[in-house]
């Protein structure tokens, strides 16, 4: 829950409003961004850095863990490591030979 200055609760229409005000004040495109998408990058942030499952549940809310590991953790760092080590094979460094994938 967001509230207003005088400590009521805000509106919808006023959280995004507030959020798009934030976000270009931070030199991003407001357009490209919502509330919902910076609750998916916590949660994937506290999971790659090694905070249990369980534990980021509780932080956004969730009964279970079912939500968050489904639908709102994006395992960044094991995608990024598999793509960077297959770049490493195909365009080896200048003193290694190219691998032939096995």
């Known amino acids: 829950m967001f509230a207003t200055r005088n400590g009521t609760q805000m509106s919808a229409g006023n959280v995004r409003r507030e959020f798009r005000r934030v976000i270009a004040r ?6 490209e961004w919502t509330p919902r998408e910076m609750r998916h990058t916590f949660v994937s942030l506290l999971s790659a850095d090694g905070m249990p499952l369980e534990d980021i549940s509780r932080l956004v809310g969730h ?5 968050t590991e489904t639908a709102y953790r994006h395992q960044i ?19 290694q030979e190219p691998s032939s994938g096995s």
């Open 26 to 31: 931070a030199g991003l495109a407001p357009s």
């Open 63 to 67: 009964e279970g863990t079912a939500v």
């Open 77 to 95: 760092r094991p995608v990024m490591e598999t793509g960077a080590t297959a770049m490493d094979r195909v365009f080896p460094a200048d003193d």
